[in-house]
């Protein structure tokens, strides 16, 4: 790091450092810090618009705040970049997001200033509360802290945890980092009521220049309390916050460093729930992030004198392939419709919102209402296709069971990021849905091993009468164009991509060419299994007949996954035969480059080879 460069921030090794400067040198380092994340994160590449609109009120919260004995909780984790490298993290942050490197959230075995372990949203305010409540039970003087997004408010959970705190008279400021932006652009009444909301600078300036004109003389002030309350009536549309126990203060520029610690200065000296709306700008200070924050909510290794990102010719994802397949059947079905909490990117929904407007609905971060509304739309007649990533279905898995398969709704699921994502690490890991959905009744569950597989599965779920998921990847499949004609699966049939001898590999779905390459080697045969529920009983059945050992392989977990279902039915059925499984151990696995994560994991040709009898192939 340059001394000339960074003067200020190549002398902040914690927070304590940065409370040690006077305030008229915060924006300098409030610069610095800017700067080097534009350096560091155009080189190794992560999140990067919205660390970029935190950095002044990251700066400002470290200087107010005596953390680590105040407790800072970051909602969701995109937006603590900053706070990484005012704690600790400056010279480690290209690492970020690399094998053995940091990690992308914060989590608390890497610092003892990442209070709570984060990657989904909406969970700090119930965080803070609770790190305020045991403080106070415990007798100990500290202020808790929970910084939420304008776009993880409209999780539910938020909600929950404000009416708590409610309850209570828990020293706990929730901050509202408010840039209009999740990672795709906002949705709903709640985004719609704070841009009203921002509308309302004039009550802002009127009640502050009353209270402060009136406040000595008794029954004027008394009277101005009351036109307060009748004039947020009028000039805001709501007064939600403070109805919700909050004491509101804001809005404010939270960009503005000066107003900013004036703010929290005032505010640490108020007891009881507190609520700070603060307004920023996701990317700020890089105007082509400022220009397209959703494109650079997560950047690869880029020039910052480029105005635009790099582009290529890439083969088509299995997100394209879902994408795709949902245009191509919403123009055949009129009763298709699609829903997706917040992830229009994501899953790839962008075309379909162009081209089905009437029919795509996104509804914001809220998991379990996403899959309860889908309900409600099957129970009126139509098709809906939940579009959704693996590790955030886990969020609406009782509104699943209970609203969806209990009723046997005719519901497509199409999960997206099934087993191991790499960088975004053991928050995002797709690694329990086959496990979790399996012991449903009424669900289908499929995994497809290529990209035609996974249209054709789309297709079969589709016509399916019931709950059905289609479980997929993330990233590129094996470079395979898909039929243009979709043709369905008979219900619960695998198929043989390879005839050997003695050994026997099932896979499902990634890793099919897995276990296709270790055949090779040890001459087995190879089963795309295709269905984990229902099995293709039959097929395990001629396998046994001819083979003396099973070797099961799955980016699932172990536990409970495809894996248990064939040894389930293996023992029910009384059939003897030799079986290992291989699949996600039973951990958690940390982020990194996924071809080395899964060498980690013994998800590889090598690990197949081992587990069998047979002597490898000569030649």
Request: hydrophobic share 35%.
């Amino acid at each position: 790091m340059s001394s000339e460069k960074y003067p200020l921030l190549m002398h902040i090794d914690s927070p304590f450092d940065l409370r040690q400067l006077e305030k008229s040198q915060l924006a300098e380092v409030a610069d610095e810090l800017r700067q080097y994340l534009i350096d560091t994160i155009s080189q190794c590449g992560g999140h990067f618009a919205a660390g970029l609109g935190t950095v002044e009120l990251t700066v400002a919260l470290h200087y107010m705040f005596n953390t680590p004995d105040d407790r800072i909780v970051w909602d969701v984790g995109h937006q603590a970049y900053p706070h990484k490298v005012l704690t600790g993290r400056r010279d480690q942050l290209q690492t970020i997001r690399q094998t053995d490197g940091l990690h992308p959230f914060p989590v608390r075995t890497e610092s003892e200033y990442d209070t709570f372990a984060v990657g989904h949203s909406s969970t700090s305010i119930s965080a803070a509360l609770g790190m305020a409540l045991a403080a106070k039970q415990k007798g100990e003087d500290r202020h808790c802290v929970a910084v939420i997004g304008d776009g993880a408010l409209t999780g539910g959970m938020a909600f929950e945890a404000m009416n708590h705190a409610a309850d209570t008279d828990a020293n706990v400021l929730v901050i509202l980092n408010d840039n209009e932006m999740s990672i795709s652009e906002n949705v709903g009444g709640m985004n719609k009521y704070l841009a009203k909301l921002l509308a309302g600078r004039f009550y802002q300036r009127v009640r502050e220049t009353g209270k402060k004109a009136l406040h000595n003389i008794k029954p004027l002030s008394d009277f101005v309390s009351r036109a307060e309350e009748h004039m947020k009536g009028m000039v805001l549309p709501g007064t939600l916050f403070e109805e919700l126990g909050f004491n509101y203060n804001g809005p404010i520029d939270g960009h503005d460093l000066p107003t900013l610690l004036n703010t929290l200065n005032n505010i640490k000296e108020l007891q009881g729930p507190q609520f700070l709306h603060v307004v920023t700008r996701k990317g700020k200070g890089y105007e082509p992030a400022e220009n397209d924050p959703i494109a650079y909510h997560g950047v690869p290794i880029f020039d910052p004198k480029d105005s635009s990102l790099p582009k290529g010719k890439k083969p088509k994802t299995y997100s394209n392939i879902f994408g795709d397949f949902l245009c191509d059947i919403a123009a055949k079905d009129e009763r298709v419709v699609g829903i997706t909490p917040a992830m229009r990117e994501g899953s790839d929904m962008i075309r379909f919102s162009r081209e089905f407007p009437e029919r795509y609905y996104d509804v914001g971060i809220a998991e379990q209402h996403a899959v309860t509304v889908s309900a409600g739309l099957a129970c009126e007649g139509l098709k809906p296709v939940c579009a959704i990533y693996s590790t955030f279905l886990q969020r609406g898995y009782d509104q699943l069971i209970h609203d969806v398969a209990l009723q046997n709704l005719d519901v497509l699921f199409a999960i997206d990021r099934g087993g191991l994502v790499g960088g975004d690490g053991a928050t995002h890991n797709g690694a329990f849905d086959l496990s979790y959905l399996r012991c449903i009744p009424n669900m289908v569950i499929m995994a497809p091993s290529d990209e035609n597989e996974c249209r054709q599965c789309l297709y079969t779920g589709y016509l399916y009468e019931g709950p059905a998921a289609v479980r997929y990847p993330r990233g590129m499949g094996n470079g395979i164009e898909p039929e243009q004609t979709l043709t369905p699966f008979p219900m619960g049939k695998g198929s043989i991509k390879r005839r050997g001898e003695k050994v026997a590999i099932l896979a499902f779905g990634s890793m099919v060419k897995i276990a296709m390459e270790a055949a090779e080697k040890i001459h087995a045969t190879v089963a795309d299994m295709r269905f984990v529920k229902p099995l293709d009983k039959e097929l395990i059945r001629q396998l046994a007949e001819t083979h003396e050992q099973f070797i099961t392989i799955e980016e699932n977990a172990t536990m409970g996954g495809a894996g248990s279902a064939i040894n389930e039915f293996l023992l029910n059925n009384n059939i003897q035969i030799e079986v290992k499984n291989l699949g996600i151990p039973d951990r958690f696995v940390e982020h990194g480059d996924t071809r080395e994560l899964l060498q980690r994991i013994h998800l590889t040709v090598q690990s197949i080879t081992e587990l069998s009898p047979a002597p490898p192939k000569e030649g």
